[in-house]
């Protein structure tokens, strides 16, 4: 199983590409940056350099060809500006979309935000934030050529994870380690009946394989 991860350099999915890695599948992610190479080769990934700022949907595409699934872990960062979240958030979202559906990759799964909304009222950074990612959720939904899952995780930490969450359609906010965010990613890539729903994600008291088999199967 080959999976390509969008923002391969970011912390959730330095995370879950170990995890992949570990489970035996062929991992590659996309960095915009040759220095970031190395971290994803310890974590067992192949890097590829593409900036999605500036790549054309036929470029990105390339590199999903033959891929079983897509995972768009990308994101500006909290320290940049409006500009950015309209540009990575949700502009390189709705590219990275695009390309799986030009590439026929079906098995979608966007890394998203508790309270992402297109909607959403502000003028504050994270307001343009929430909207922008919320914009994007809204256009991957809209694709009828992917098998999309949405996660929107709460409030993220760099504590260990526990392996115990709470992922609902709606759980309300809270805290929840990185690691358990990637756990949970890579069981929803192994759950092909988690396509077409959009889950919250917190700590919590199930173990992540429960969580995600209770969810799919309802």
């Not at 760099?158 to 392996?163: C, H, I, R």
């Not at 609902?168 to 890539?189: F, N």
């Amino acid at each position: 199983m080959r999976i390509v991860i969008a923002g391969g350099h970011g912390q959730i999915a330095l995370r879950l590409e170990r995890l992949l890695a570990a489970r035996g599948y062929e991992v590659a992610g996309l960095i915009r940056s040759a220095e970031q190479g190395d971290d994803l080769r310890e974590s067992g990934a192949e890097p590829v350099l593409l900036d999605l700022e500036s790549a054309s949907v036929e470029e990105v595409a390339a590199h999903l060809h033959g891929a079983d699934a897509a995972v768009f872990a990308a994101g500006a960062g909290p320290g940049s500006g409006t500009a950015r979240k309209d540009t990575v958030d949700r502009g390189a979202a709705v590219l990275f979309a695009d390309a799986a559906v030009r590439a026929g990759v079906r098995r979608h799964v966007v890394v998203s935000s508790m309270a992402a909304d297109a909607a959403h009222k502000g003028d504050e950074v994270f307001d343009v934030y929430l909207r922008a990612k919320g914009e994007a959720d809204d256009y991957v939904r809209s694709l009828a050529a992917l098998d999309w899952t949405i996660l929107r995780p709460g409030s993220l930490t760099n504590e260990a994870g526990t392996g115990l969450v709470r992922l609902e359609a709606h759980t309300g906010r809270g805290p929840v380690p990185r690691d358990d965010v990637a756990a949970v990613l890579a069981e929803l890539l192994d759950t092909p009946a988690t396509a077409g729903l959009t889950l919250e994600l917190i700590g919590g008291s199930t173990p992540v394989s429960v969580a995600v088999k209770s969810v799919a199967g309802n």
